[in-house]
């Protein structure tokens, strides 16, 4: 039994994130090709895209091979929230997910009909691992006056199961305009995440403990000591940090918000909280800038900064090309589930839709139980 404590109320919650290992994902990480095996790849994912009328879709957090060649083939690489909307929108019948599993199965669900293929359908996430929709359900159950939310980073079940699937990029927005609606919140799995939101917007929530390991892992004792050589760095952190780290950050936001940051922010030096693969097109689009990795470990540690996840780096050359080439690691999503997980996702990215453009957006919260 654990312990929740809020400043609005305290909660128990009949849940322990499991310990979860990582070691079958790192013995799953693709050896790295030599130069002409790496070009010849790549040359042939780039014909099997044309040729099966496919697209890429790469996350941030994966080999920077896989990131340029999504864009340089006309697809993207971007954070999950636009991952979903690019994936759903294109009109390629086939689509190339590089990243962990909730993403394919997210693109699997706005797009039915599509062929959605993975590299690597093992390639999960400590945070969708530690939420499964039993003990999710009867946490909802437990709670039925209270507005679900949980964080892409979870399975299709879950997403079933709730009102609203937010990721970081729109999670503080939602979570505002439910809070502005009289609604109160019961949030999963991320408890940073979800603590952070909490703490910034003043809703009423409670959160299911689960975490992301590679974040977790940041610690803010060796970061100021990192600021403090580094006087003139600012601090970039994603919200699925430890709460202190954030407490020491110049921005918090999801990838892409960490990016826009390093665009925009009045410096050129900057320390960054989050997964490391991150580090790739931080640097190739801001060349004059100097970007250090905020540690994750202290002097003890063989590892200072350790901050990459292991399923992420599931992710290869070769088992695109095999996925694309035969169609191993095709995405199933359960028909009905599919159609009920896509009501809080659908929410999410017409909510998104309207706040870029600048239309109200109230009347897009309906009342808990109206899905
Ligand atoms: P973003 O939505 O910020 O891309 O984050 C996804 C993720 O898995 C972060 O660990
Ligand atoms: Fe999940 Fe963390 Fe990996 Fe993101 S970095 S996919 S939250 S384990």
Redesign the pocket.
């Known amino acids: 039994m654990q312990a929740l404590e809020s400043p609005l109320q305290r909660i128990d919650v009949e849940y322990e994130q499991p310990a979860c290992s990582t070691r079958h994902a790192w013995a799953r990480v693709p050896v790295e090709p030599g130069p002409a095996e790496r070009a010849a790849l790549k040359e042939k994912i780039a014909r099997l895209l044309k040729e099966k009328n496919a697209v890429m879709v790469s996350h941030y957090?994966v080999h920077p091979d896989l990131q340029d060649l999504a864009e340089a083939t006309g697809g993207l690489v971007s954070d999950s929230l636009e991952m979903a909307r690019f994936g759903r929108d294109h009109s390629a019948q086939t689509l190339l997910v590089s990243?962990?599993r909730f993403m394919g199965e997210t693109s699997k669900i706005l797009s039915p009909h599509k062929r959605v293929l993975m590299p690597d359908l093992d390639a999960t996430?400590?945070?969708?691992l530690g939420c499964p929709i039993e003990e999710f359900a009867a946490f909802c159950d437990a709670h039925p006056d209270r507005t679900v939310v949980v964080y892409a980073?979870t399975s299709a079940a879950v997403k079933a199961r709730a009102d609203w699937v937010v990721t970081s990029s729109c999670a503080l927005d939602i979570v505002r305009a439910l809070k502005d609606a009289g609604q109160k919140i019961l949030w999963a799995p991320?408890k940073h995440l979800g603590g952070y939101i909490q703490r910034e917007t003043g809703a009423d929530m409670v959160l299911w403990q689960g975490s992301?390991?590679?974040?977790d892992e940041f610690k803010a004792f060796e970061l100021q000591a990192l600021m403090a050589e580094h006087p003139q760095a600012a601090v970039l952190v994603h919200p699925?940090s430890p709460a202190d780290v954030v407490a020491l950050a110049h921005a918090v936001g999801s990838t892409s918000a960490i990016l826009k940051a390093a665009q925009t922010m009045d410096t050129n030096t900057f320390i960054v909280a989050t997964?490391k693969g991150m580090l790739h097109k931080l640097r190739t689009l801001n060349p004059g800038k100097t970007f250090f990795e905020a540690p994750t470990a202290g002097n003890s540690a063989t590892c200072k900064s350790c901050a990459h996840?292991p399923?992420?780096a599931m992710n290869g050359l070769a088992d695109v090309a095999r996925a694309l080439e035969t169609g191993v690691g095709e995405v199933q999503v359960d028909k009905a589930l599919g159609q009920r997980a896509c009501l809080p996702i659908d929410r999410m990215l017409t909510f998104t839709a309207a706040l870029k453009t600048g239309q109200p957006t109230a009347g897009l919260v309906p009342h808990l139980g109206a899905v």
Do not use: Q, T
């Open positions: 957090y990243g962990v996430c400590s945070l969708d980073n991320d992301c390991i590679v974040h699925e997964d996840c399923w992420m």
